[in-house]
């Protein structure tokens, strides 16, 4: 994106939003794609201690301001 490799680019608005060096100088309209969504879930066969506590603090209200500050909206 910011690396000059090419003047303009095509790129999740997350993405852009990460890096400093990237202007946003359109967007396409919500209703020209499918929603853009990326599914957690808690499996039923994980043996991982972790993972229950992970997908609660993914779900959590500290970690809605990082999505935000992020871009990430919620699925609706």
């Known amino acids: 994106m910011s690396r000059g490799e090419a ?6 608005k997350t993405d852009a939003l ?3 060096g990237v202007r946003i100088v359109d967007t396409f309209p919500p209703d ?14 994980s043996k991982s201690p972790a993972a229950k ?8 209200a500290p970690a809605r301001a990082v999505w935000d500050k992020y871009g990430f909206g919620l699925a609706q």
């Open 18 to 20: 990460a890096d400093k």
């Open 32 to 45: 020209s794609h499918p929603p853009i969504v990326y599914p957690a879930a808690l499996l039923a066969a």
């Open 53 to 60: 506590p992970l997908l609660d603090y993914l779900r959590s």
């Open 7 to 12: 003047p303009f680019g095509i790129v999740y």
